[in-house]
């Protein structure tokens, strides 16, 4: 079982920047592909990135290209995503999980833990 805790949200202005960090407990993290999800009232949530278990590999959701960045501390046990240039478009809840399935994944429903997600507001 693993327990993943986001944080790092809040209030930020259009073109600013935040990270958001997600730790984990109960297993080492270096098992996972590690996701970030984003969600807002009355859509399905949405896919951002993901980093392999290595860390060599990552992949975005086109909206954010050039502007997110995933990366992961497997000593820390510990990942992260670095958004920077935040458009109002942004504003949603974050969500970091887990998944032990196989390179690449993008789904929701193959990621098995999830945290309890944390609050992004980008004002225009």
């Known amino acids: 079982q693993v327990q993943l805790v986001e944080s790092g949200g809040g209030l930020v202005q259009a073109g600013g920047s935040l990270r958001l960090s997600c730790a984990a407990s109960?297993?080492?993290?270096?098992?996972?592909?590690m996701g970030w999800f984003r969600q807002v009232p009355g859509k399905e949530r949405e896919f951002v990135a993901a980093?392999?278990?290595?860390?060599?590999?990552?992949d975005y959701v086109d909206s954010v290209k050039g502007r997110f960045t995933i990366s992961r501390d497997n000593v820390n046990n510990t990942a992260l995503l670095q958004m920077n240039n935040l458009k109002p478009e942004d504003t949603a809840v974050y969500y970091c999980?887990?998944?032990?399935?196989?390179?690449?994944?993008?789904?929701?429903?193959?990621?098995?833990?999830w945290g309890q997600g944390t609050q992004v507001t980008v004002s225009s």
């Open positions: 999980a887990a998944s032990a399935r196989a390179w690449p994944i993008d789904a929701q429903s193959e990621y098995d833990y």
């Open positions: 109960g297993r080492t993290l270096s098992s996972y592909t």
């Open positions: 980093i392999r278990r290595s860390g060599l590999n990552t």
